[in-house]
């Protein structure tokens, strides 16, 4: 294995570009809550593979290879998924459509794209409901991680913690495939909460809090959660998360929980990247960009796009050349065991 | 002025070490609550002055003293707030009992604490209710700043955003007697938020992305929020929220919300401090330990306290002595205006 050139595997993005059929199709389905007769048919949604093609080479692929990286695992739009609209038949067809649309972009881009299942959860509704979807995703499509929103209401945070045996059905699919779950919420209707500003980091902060509080890893000592956005706030306030452990009486968060939790590397400037390659085991850490994602534009300060992480990544003084490859492609392949097998059958 | 020895002033201190007479009392209040006939009278909370010393003595001021720090700014214990029980009446009667034990011991030891009020907050009551509370505390009591709660639900966030008009006379009252509000939450009551570890750092985020998305300071030139527990997520995602201000078309940051937000230093390892201290500009940073707190312990991997940020703040290579001076007292004096003119009165 060289370190020299190693692949860059981003781990988070979502196909936040599809056709505008996609969006249009979901705002009728939403209409038809009101007047069902008018429920739009999964049939009427038709989007040919040039306009993929087309929606990925001009926007997600474009970036990848100017900013060289070879592979996105690639999931339905987060904020899209709006798991609290309507009920879980609702979930459930938005949910097999959007990540079909990820199977056809990994398909038609089968070097560079490899899917990740958004679950048709719905408030209130247990989630084994959502496990039809993950098999298909897995066995069908060659998914190889899905994402788990920990709040499917939307900023109103009704379902248990993610320690609670409520959620168990899925944990116990997700050891028998070997899949990782990226703990990822959704639009937020709550007016208090801004989804990419508050919302999200919110959630990585509050679901990292919930595993620490709790021993979800002694009944899954094979489950593995990727908390995305850096981690929200949890990195920044390392030394406030190692006193709590330590006032709860439970492990080192070594121990504890850095066998089972990985963060992303979507903070977008080089501080917080610093930061987090300082504070973090690089063990825990893999590349990612959410691009094209939450934020789109050049920073003026830099002259390079904000989600540009990459550039942090190589910049940051705290990570050795063997240990930038364990972030850009050893983890990845690690923590996505499935990834890895897919990528030495293609012979990488 | 000189720099070389500045007052170490802490402008996040509670009263978390109050004689165990004040929980029984409010543990009476909550119980009455089923059996109105058993509600406990003020007057039935006796608690001496030798008690408040004692409590004072033997902890916070031991501390001060052991860590070379001369005023706490002093309010009530946030997370015994707990606006979400009862009624006005309930908070309105919890409200001035926290506050006045928070003017006694500014009181016995005025060269060491000076108060901060809680206010009688409860969910979906108006705000305006909290004024004659406010202005006691300012008035008779002294105080200089307030704690308000952005979400007295406890973790519903059932209230509008900081931003909103609901908010307004509070503001109205704050730029009068030109007192800042730390924007703290209390305990969380959602199950899925735990309090100290995600409840009080996702409000901090949240509070900072209301005010982004808002324009409130341009109806406020002169209001000031203090964000506790170094900001949130804020400074560790600064490029994000960057990004989003100039995807929502809002002024530079700087100009948009630094001449009225500030960020204490409540960050319990020195990587935190040093991001913080990198990333926001040191006229927009102001020394806090939020001791004596949530996070108790000694970190094993320094062999002090977790909350002896004044270390922290003295070991970041990313300040100057006259920034230091800055971080230590003159930003508290300039954001605290009433504190300033007490300290100007006692010759310091």
């Known amino acids: ?52 093609r087309e929606s990925i080479e001009l926007n997600q692929l474009a970036k990848m290879k100017e900013r060289g990286s070879d592979i996105t695992i690639f999931s339905p739009r987060a904020s899209f998924m709006a798991h609290h609209i309507g009920d879980f038949q609702v979930s459930s067809t938005w949910a097999a459509i959007c990540n079909e ?60 913690p993610l320690t609670d045996r409520h959620w168990y059905p899925i944990y116990e699919k997700m050891v028998e495939h070997d899949i990782p779950a990226m703990v990822h919420v959704s639009t937020s209707c709550n007016n208090c909460f801004h989804t990419t500003g508050a919302h999200y980091l919110n959630a990585d902060t509050t679901a990292f809090m919930q595993c620490l509080q709790g021993d979800l890893f002694k009944d899954f000592p094979t489950l593995k959660f990727l908390i995305p956005h850096g981690g929200g706030a949890v990195p920044y306030h390392w030394g406030r998360f190692r006193g709590l452990a330590q006032e709860m009486k439970k492990p080192l968060l070594q121990e504890h929980l850095l066998n089972n939790i990985f963060f992303d590397t ?23 960009s959410e691009m094209i ?56």
Chains 1, 2 share one sequence.
């Open 1 to 52: 294995m060289s370190f020299n050139k190693p692949l860059i595997i981003d781990v988070h993005g979502h196909y936040t570009t599809a056709p505008k059929a996609l969006e249009n199709w979901r705002n009728q389905q939403i209409a038809a809550l009101k007047q069902p007769a008018s429920m739009p048919k999964v049939a009427d949604l038709q989007i040919s593979d040039d306009e993929l």
């Open 101 to 160: 649309l990820c199977y056809r972009v990994s398909q038609l881009f089968p070097e560079h794209f490899i899917g990740a299942a958004m679950l048709p959860q719905s408030p209130g509704v247990d989630p084994k409901t959502c496990i039809p979807e993950l098999e298909k995703c897995v066995k069908e499509y060659g998914f190889v991680g899905i994402n788990l929103n920990p709040d499917p209401s939307g900023g109103h945070w009704t379902s248990p």
């Open 266 to 288: 979507c903070v977008y400037h080089q501080p917080g990247i610093d930061l987090l390659t300082k504070v973090i085991p690089v063990d825990n850490i893999l590349f990612a």
């Open 293 to 348: 994602g939450a934020v789109r534009g050049i920073d003026p300060e830099t002259g390079h796009y904000y989600d540009d992480t990459k550039r942090y990544v190589l910049a940051t003084p705290h990570l050795s050349e063997a240990q930038r490859y364990q972030v850009f492609e050893g983890n990845a392949r690690r923590v996505f065991s499935r990834l890895d097998a897919r990528l030495k059958a293609q012979g990488k």
